[in-house]
Structures are given as C-alpha cells and as structure tokens.
C-alpha cells in the first residue's frame, strides 16, 4: 500500500474513532453498504475520489483533513514555525505569502466588522428619534 493511501486510510480510521461514530455510521452516511466501508478501511480497496468526498462529509470534516499527517497537525504554532524554517526558500517565500494574506484577510475582516457595528450604532439611533 502506497504511503498516501496508508495515511488516507489511518485518518478514517482515527477520525471515525474520535468522533464515537461506528463504521455502519459513516457507512449509513456516505451511501455504502457496511461491508464495502469496512472493506475500504481495513485497506482492501482504493477508494474513488467521490467515496473521499462522501467520506468526509459523512464524518464531518473537510477532505483535506483526509490527508494531513497527524505528526503535523498535532504540534504547537512553535514546532510548525521551526519546520516552516526548513523548508526550501521557494516553499518558505510561499508559506509567508500565504501568511500575509491571511493575515491581510484577517486584518479587513475586522475593519469591515468594525465599520458594520458603527453603521448599525447610526441606525438604531435614527430609529430612536423617529
């Protein structure tokens, strides 16, 4: 089994698991029958794109989570800041531009929430005058 499908399939498992859901749950939730989710999850067939999708949605979680290695998701901001630090500096100049523009998003986001709040402050006291 190739290292990706390993990983997609530990990550079913795992996430079924911590969501207290039985195979017939997620099986009942993604259209298949008990026996071929089993099947796929034990690793006896490749799943199809589609079956991902319905999977994921069976379980609550978006794809990609499907394939993130648990050894990176699981660590602090910290750890993740001094593996960003070994990456090649094509990969790093991608990462700050990614975090710039989340950064940027963030930073309109609750300037626009800011300015809403004023806007509504500005109506309800219309409203009270009339």
């Known amino acids: 089994m190739e290292p990706t499908q390993a990983l997609l399939l530990a990550n079913i498992k795992r996430i079924r698991k911590e969501k207290g859901l ?4 997620v099986a009942e939730g993604c259209g298949m029958l ?17 079956s991902i999708v319905r999977i994921a949605d069976a379980l609550g ?21 001094s593996m960003i630090n070994e990456l090649s500096e094509y990969n790093r100049n991608v990462v700050t531009i990614l975090l710039d523009s989340m950064i940027e998003k963030d930073r309109v986001e609750k300037l626009q929430d800011v300015k809403m709040k004023s806007r509504l402050s500005e109506l309800n006291a219309i409203r009270k005058k009339a």
Not at 34 to 47: A, D, I, K, W
Not at 64 to 80: C, H, P, T, Y
């Open 61 to 81: 979680i978006g794809v990609i989570e499907l394939f993130q290695s648990s050894e990176i998701k699981d660590k602090s901001v910290a750890q993740k800041l």
């Open 22 to 25: 039985t195979q017939k749950d």
């Open 34 to 50: 008990v026996p071929t989710y089993s099947r796929l999850e034990r690793g006896g067939s490749n799943p199809s794109l589609a």
